[in-house]
C-alpha cells in the first residue's frame, strides 16, 4: 500500500487547507485512516482518525472545531479540511493506514505511512 500526502502550503493564520492523501494498492476501503504531525523538535502527534466506514471519527482536542476529516472510498483518498488555522499547526502532516479498520492514533497502530507535506501557518 502506498499513501500520497498533499495538499500543504503556506497560509496566513486564520486561513484554511485541505489536505489529501491519496492511497494505491491493497483495499482502502477497509482501512482506518488516520493524520498526524510532527513539528521541528517536537514528537509525532495524532490529529484525527476516521474508521473504515466513516461512521467513527476522533479529532486531537487542539483541532477539534477547526478540522474535519473525511474519506472518499471511491477515490481511495481521506482528507483533512484543516479551517481557521493557527501558527502553532505549524508542522509535517503525515496520514497512516491501519488494517484493523479503526484508525491509528499512534506510531505503533499504523500500518502504512505517507510521506508527508508541509503547513505552514504565519502570523
Known amino acids: 500500500v502506498q499513501l500520497q500526502a498533499s495538499g500543504g502550503g503556506l497560509v496566513q493564520a486564520g486561513g484554511s487547507l485541505r489536505l489529501s492523501c491519496a492511497a494505491s494498492?491493497?483495499?482502502?476501503?477497509?482501512?482506518?485512516m488516520g493524520w498526524f504531525r510532527q513539528a521541528p523538535g517536537k514528537e509525532l502527534e495524532f490529529v484525527a482518525r476516521?474508521?473504515?466506514?466513516?461512521?467513527?471519527?476522533e479529532y486531537v482536542d487542539s483541532v477539534k472545531g477547526r478540522f474535519t476529516i473525511s474519506r472518499d472510498n471511491a477515490k481511495n483518498t481521506v482528507y483533512l479540511q484543516m479551517n481557521s488555522l493557527k501558527p502553532e499547526d505549524t508542522a509535517v502532516y503525515y496520514c497512516?493506514?491501519?488494517?484493523?479498520?479503526?484508525?491509528?492514533?499512534?506510531?505503533?497502530?499504523?500500518?502504512?505511512w505517507g510521506q508527508g507535506t508541509q503547513v505552514t501557518v504565519s502570523s
Open positions: 497512516a493506514a491501519d488494517r484493523g479498520g479503526w484508525g491509528p492514533t499512534d506510531r505503533k497502530g499504523a500500518d502504512y
Open positions: 494498492g491493497g483495499t482502502f476501503s477497509t482501512y482506518g
Open positions: 476516521i474508521s473504515w466506514s466513516g461512521s467513527r471519527i
